[in-house]
């Protein structure tokens, strides 16, 4: 029951930012955009997330449209250590479950 | 600071036997989650526990339990193991549920059924 709609795959040349766009066209008001990762094997790692303005982190920045209808994943400088599968995800702050669809590959290439 | 630890890394079981896996959160963290990663088929929720309670479990049949212990460490068995169990699982921590980083994940269980 995925709420957001991702590319299947893209591949990024490494050093260059890398833009991971995702739709999530439903969205409530009291509803968040959250980013996870997840590399080969491991556990998804959480990467931002944010409400309506834009955020940055160490890791990467979000850029939420006005409308809230998507958003896009910035990161500013890929690594091939980048490489790895990105979650989308819409959440009320509070909700105790994540509901992970696909996601993206990303193939980060030297 | 440790973060989510779960044992055994991989674990193999025939059809039809037990599997017990093992999960202990991060310091100070009361909720543990658990997730299933079939091949093919992404990240579907299991089970929630919250202080030493099971307060939600997803689409699974009963023989998918656990429990939370007092350390608020946790334990999800599997029963009558099918082929189809074989799967990484997945434990995850949150102080409580109400957290803005949603939770932390820790580097799974490899279960092969044979």
């Known amino acids: 029951d995925a709420k957001t709609t991702q590319p299947t795959s893209m591949d990024c040349a490494e050093g260059r930012a890398a833009n991971l766009p995702c739709n999530h066209s439903?969205?409530?008001?009291?509803?968040?955009v959250y980013w996870y990762r997840q590399i080969h094997s491991q556990g998804p790692q959480y990467i931002i997330h944010?409400?309506?303005n834009n955020e940055t982190n160490e890791m990467a920045s979000l850029i939420i449209t006005e409308d809230r209808k998507s958003s896009t994943l910035i990161l500013p400088h890929a690594t091939l250590r980048d490489t790895a599968v990105y979650y989308c995800?819409?959440?009320?702050?509070?909700?105790?479950?994540?509901?992970f669809g696909a996601g993206t590959t990303v193939t980060v290439r030297a | 600071e440790a973060g989510v630890t779960q044992s055994p890394t991989h674990l193999i079981k025939t059809r039809g036997q037990q599997a017990t896996l093992r999960c202990s959160p991060i310091?100070?963290?009361?909720?543990v989650y658990w997730y299933q990663q079939a091949l093919g088929l992404g990240l579907q929720f299991l089970l929630w526990?919250?202080?030493?309670?099971?307060?939600n479990r997803g689409n699974f049949p009963p023989r998918f339990s656990g429990r939370q212990f007092p350390n608020y460490s946790s334990e999800l068995n599997v029963n009558a193991l099918e082929l189809e169990d074989s799967a990484l699982y997945l434990c995850?921590?949150?102080?409580?549920?109400?957290?803005?980083?949603?939770?932390?994940f820790g580097s799974g269980t490899r279960l092969t059924v044979v």
């Open positions: 526990y919250d202080e030493g309670e099971e307060r």
């Open positions: 439903t969205i409530s008001g009291n509803e968040y």
């Open positions: 995850a921590s949150s102080f409580q549920h109400l957290t803005n980083y949603g939770y932390t």
């Open positions: 995800i819409v959440r009320v702050v509070d909700d105790y479950k994540l509901s």
């Open positions: 310091s100070g963290h009361t909720s």
């Open positions: 944010g409400l309506k």
